[in-house]
């Protein structure tokens, strides 16, 4: 079974900095495209960004391309999301999560097998 858990969630200033963390256990990490989404009070679960099984490719939301950074180590099973310079509207639950499809199909939440259960990020203006 595989379980994804998630960290480093909490308040943040905005401008600031913070970074999450999602280990996975029960599979083999390296096979699964890697992927955050998030989602507001009251709106729908949206994509974040998403890396390869290699971690050599990665896909960006519009919204938190040059802020946002994903990154990946393989032989801790973690995948990280580093938030810089975040702004109140990144306030959410942010969920990793699992796709065993491939990259093609990263920014389908449908696509993914596996989720974490998530971490609030607070943005405070």
């Known amino acids: 079974q595989v379980q994804l858990v998630e960290s480093g969630g909490g308040l943040v200033e905005a401008g600031g900095s913070l970074r999450l963390s999602c280990t996975v256990s029960?599979?083999?990490?390296?096979?699964?495209?890697m992927g955050w989404f998030r989602q507001a009070r009251g709106k729908d679960r949206e994509f974040v960004t998403a890396?390869?099984?290699?971690?050599?490719?990665?896909l960006y939301a519009d919204a938190v391309r040059s802020r946002f950074t994903i990154s990946r180590d393989n032989a801790k099973s973690t995948v990280y999301l580093q938030m810089n310079g975040p702004k109140p509207e990144d306030t959410a639950v942010y969920y990793c999560?699992?796709?065993?499809?491939?990259?093609?199909?990263?920014?389908?939440?449908?696509?993914?097998?596996?989720w974490g259960q998530g971490t609030q990020v607070t943005v405070s203006s």
């Open positions: 029960g599979r083999t990490f390296s096979s699964y495209v």
């Open positions: 890396i390869s099984r290699g971690g050599g490719s990665s």
């Open positions: 999560a699992a796709n065993y499809y491939g990259m093609e199909s990263a920014t389908q939440p449908d696509k993914y097998d596996y």
